[in-house]
């Protein structure tokens, strides 16, 4: 662990006396060394595309007489910002969920629609795997919050099951309501359950996927576009939302990701038991 560090600060009174006051400033050595691992992170991650980008828009100069090694260049170079842009946008993103205290303006949302929007947005890299979405579970189950930030978060879900499965596999999403144990206790939860038949995750990993920047595998991250964002941004939505997410995966099996938020309460549950008998 960390060696404990305290600060003194020493204070003269006019008597002669002072006071010394001892702060333990171990934390805060903890808050600033990830605040600095995090900026080297997106250092790196930005340098790569632009690296890679430079050193294309040569290769493209030097290739002025031949017209398809021409093509392959800008394609690569459009590929590259792209990437770029996925960054910075979910860095962005990421930043907006850090700083946000509570939800504006939360609202009803219904479940399915976010959902289907989250699948909307990666049909096409699933119809490219030939992966099949699935929807299954509860209707008309509704949520209080930001309907942009939880499609966010099913759409990272769904993307990270397509990108981590093979080729013609079945990604479902299966919404149901639960009653948690735990601190959630006595909450009735939403639970949106995203499952893959994907490479899944080694037990060894679980607990650090959420992290930024954290990848099982970077290389193959990177060669599906991740940005090792998503599950921060999952996790952020969840909390701001009031709710957690987890996961349970068998490696070479897959995986399931599940999103709980607390269940908008029907108006039904609001009125008083005694007014119903009145
Ligand atoms: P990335 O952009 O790398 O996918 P995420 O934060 O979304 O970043 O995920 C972090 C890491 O967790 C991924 O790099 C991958 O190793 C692992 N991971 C996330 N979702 C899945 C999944 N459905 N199946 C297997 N591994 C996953």
Do not use: W
């Not at 479902?172 to 009653?179: F, G, I, K, L």
Request: overall charge negative; proline content about 5%; glycine content about 6%.
């Amino acid at each position: 662990g960390e060696p404990s560090a305290v600060s003194v600060r020493i204070t003269p009174l006019p008597d002669g006396v002072s006071v010394a006051e001892f702060q333990d400033i171990s934390e805060l050595h903890r808050v600033e060394r990830v605040r600095r691992d995090f900026v080297a992170n997106i250092s790196h991650e930005l340098k790569t595309p632009v690296g890679a980008m430079q050193i294309l828009s040569e290769a493209l100069k030097d290739a002025a007489e031949d017209p398809d090694a021409a093509a392959r260049f800008a394609d690569r170079i459009r590929s590259e910002s792209k990437r770029m842009n996925h960054l910075v946008t979910d860095l962005l993103e990421l930043s907006r969920l850090q700083g946000a205290e509570k939800l504006p303006d939360p609202e009803p949302v219904e479940v399915d629609r976010i959902v289907m929007e989250a699948f909307d947005q990666t049909r096409i890299a699933a119809e490219e795997k030939g992966i099949e979405l699935r929807l299954t579970g509860i209707e008309d189950t509704e949520v209080l919050g930001n309907e942009a930030q939880l499609v966010t978060a099913v759409k990272n879900l769904v993307g990270n099951a397509i990108s981590y499965s093979p080729e013609n596999t079945t990604v479902e999403v299966e919404t149901s309501v639960a009653s948690p144990t735990g601190h959630l206790a006595g909450v009735k939860m939403v639970c949106i359950a995203v499952r893959d038949q994907g490479i899944g995750i080694p037990a060894e990993e679980l607990d650090r996927i959420f992290e930024r920047f954290y990848r099982v595998d970077a290389a193959r991250s990177r060669q599906t576009g991740g940005t090792g964002l998503g599950l921060a941004i999952v996790k952020h939505v969840a909390v701001n939302h009031g709710g957690r997410v987890e996961v349970s995966s068998m490696p070479d099996a897959g995986s399931v990701f599940t999103l709980m938020l607390p269940a908008r309460s029907l108006p039904s549950d609001a009125t008083a038991p005694d007014s119903a008998e009145i």
